[in-house]
């Protein structure tokens, strides 16, 4: 039988009211979900969520994109909600790795960056290609 099993409150941060307490109701099977604030959500504001997506793009680590976030919005975050937040962008990442390519591009540029890179207790040079073709439509 499932009943009411009292409550829980968490901190929830946002750029707009900064920090505030939220008390949310259990179940003794854990069944219930909250609908404004889902279960472990600890942020409530999709602008900082894209500003996080938008340095991770840029290749931070995730301590510097905490580093920024505190500097930025004087708000500290975990380096597990970084990651959180990093990782939700990985299905869409993947789709877009799978995508149906055409078998012919009238214009493509290449493009090679050159890096030393550590490997084990010696530095290599490394290469990254850059490829991008143009399609007709």
């Avoid at 084990?120 to 399609?135: F, K, L, Q, R, W």
Wanted: aromatic content about 8%.
């Amino acid at each position: 039988m499932n009943r009411k099993n009292g409550k829980k409150n968490k901190t929830v941060r946002s750029l707009s009211d900064g920090s505030f307490e939220l008390e949310t109701g259990r179940d003794r099977l854990g069944t219930f979900e909250p609908k404004n604030v889902p279960k472990r959500q600890l942020i409530i504001t999709d602008d900082l969520e894209g500003t996080i997506l938008s340095i991770y793009a840029l290749g931070l680590c995730n301590r510097a994109m905490g580093v920024y976030v505190q500097e930025m919005y004087d708000m500290e975050i975990s380096h597990a909600e970084i990651s959180r937040i990093s990782y939700s962008v990985l299905p869409e990442v993947q789709e877009w790795r799978n995508r149906h390519l055409e078998t012919v591009y009238p214009l493509v540029f290449l493009y090679c960056m050159i890096f030393k890179v550590r490997v084990n207790s010696s530095v290599e040079t490394s290469a990254i290609y850059n490829i991008i073709g143009v399609d007709i439509s």
